[in-house]
Each structure stands twice: as structure tokens, then as C-alpha cells.
């Protein structure tokens, strides 16, 4: 099983662009999220979602959004990029909301 | 919000050496979670505890619950260069189904 994979690994971003963190899990788990952690520091949640459909913030939702149509599939779209969003962005997935999370091995971000 | 925290931010040991980093909360956790980060990688699920008090062991590694479910630690005795890394403890925020990482314990460990 290849668990929760993340594309791309590195991006650069100039300002105002947009772009799409694609997030796929192939281990059936209903429960996903995304976190961002900034250098030297742990992590913040941005959005999850309990199952295809549904879809909530976190404590760091400015600048973002999601969409949960598959569940599989939890891609996170930043519309005007900014130099604060400047980040690692990891995707989880988990079976049940009190198990223990998988994670992607995250995306590089850097906007300029 | 709920805020877990970690102490200490880092430490750094000699190989051979133990470590202990502890987790904080002031209200009452339904459960915790432990997480390994190496440098440059992801999160690592390690272990989650439930019961108060409860204690849990994997090999060099000793994790514990408090009695009062407030508080929980990470032991790793006679540490090896492999345990290099950042810890973090993580808890349920309310009754949503959502973790609140700590701060996390950066650990460095050198021959």
C-alpha cells in the first residue's frame, strides 16, 4: 500500500498565483487533514474532513480551501498566494477520528 | 482553544544518555498521541494512550499517562543516534475529531 501520497514535493509560487496540494490515501480511511508547519515549529491545522462531502476549518483556514468529493482524494487550493503561506504542508489520513494519524511526506511550498 | 504543551523545547544528549520529554495540558485529555519527526520527514505515529495512568513501552521507549489525564511523558532510554528527531505529543481537541499538536521536543543526540 502505497498510504497517503502527496504531490508535488517542491513548489515555488510567486505571489498571487494559485495552486492546487493534491492528497490521495489508499487505505480506505474516512477522516483527512491538513496541517502547515512553519520552520522550527509543530503543526497547525488548516481543514479536514470526516468523509466524502464534508469538509470543515481548522485553526488556520484563511487563504485556503478543500473539497472532499472522493475518499480518496483531499486536494487543498490556495487562490492568491502569499509569502505568509510560505510552509511544509502535510496531509493526513486516519481510519476513525480517535486513531492514529498517517501522513504524506508533505510539500515544500515557497511563494515569492 | 486547547493548547498542549511541550517541554523542553530541545535537548541535546550524548549517545548513551537518557531523555525525557513531557507534555502538559490544563484540561483534562480523552486520550494522547506521540509522534516521531526526523529532520526533513513527516510525522511518525508512535503510540496513543487512553486509560489514566496507563504506561506503554516499545523497546527503549517508555510512554506515560497521568492519573489525572492531564499530563503525559516520553522516556527513551540509553539513546542512539536513530532517536534524533523532534517529538510531538497530540490531543483531541473538544468533541471533534481533530489532534492539537504540542510544540513539540527537538532532540539531538551526538557520539
Known amino acids: 500500500n502505497a498510504g497517503v501520497t502527496q504531490t508535488p514535493k517542491f513548489r515555488i509560487l510567486k505571489i498571487g498565483q494559485s495552486m492546487t496540494l493534491q492528497c490521495t490515501q489508499d487505505?480506505?480511511?474516512?477522516?483527512m487533514y491538513w496541517y502547515r508547519q512553519d520552520p522550527g515549529m509543530g503543526l497547525k491545522l488548516i481543514y479536514y474532513s470526516v468523509g466524502a462531502g464534508i469538509t470543515d476549518k481548522g485553526e488556520v483556514p484563511n487563504g485556503y480551501n478543500v473539497s472532499r468529493s472522493t475518499t480518496e482524494d483531499f486536494p487543498l487550493r490556495l487562490e492568491l498566494a502569499a509569502p505568509s503561506q510560505t510552509s511544509v504542508y502535510f496531509c493526513?489520513?486516519?481510519?476513525?477520528?480517535?486513531?492514529?494519524?498517517?501522513f504524506g511526506s508533505g510539500t515544500r511550498l515557497t511563494v515569492v | 482553544g486547547q493548547q498542549v504543551m511541550q517541554i523542553p523545547q530541545y535537548q541535546h544528549v550524548q549517545e548513551g544518555e537518557d531523555f525525557t520529554t513531557y507534555c502538559n495540558s490544563s484540561t483534562t485529555l480523552s486520550n494522547i498521541q506521540w509522534y516521531k519527526q526526523r529532520p526533513g520527514g513527516h510525522p511518525v505515529f508512535l503510540i496513543q494512550l487512553v486509560k489514566s495512568g496507563e504506561v506503554k513501552k516499545q523497546k527503549r521507549l517508555t510512554f506515560q499517562f497521568g492519573e489525572a489525564k492531564k499530563n503525559s511523558s516520553l522516556h527513551i532510554t540509553a539513546t542512539q543516534t536513530t532517536d534524533v528527531g523532534t517529538y510531538f505529543c497530540?490531543?483531541?481537541?473538544?468533541?471533534?475529531?481533530?489532534?492539537?499538536f504540542g510544540t513539540g521536543t527537538r532532540l539531538q543526540v551526538t557520539l
Open positions: 487505505m480506505n480511511h474516512n477522516y
Open positions: 493526513a489520513s486516519s481510519y476513525t477520528g480517535d486513531y492514529g494519524y498517517t
Open positions: 497530540a490531543a483531541y481537541t473538544g468533541t471533534a475529531s481533530k489532534l492539537t
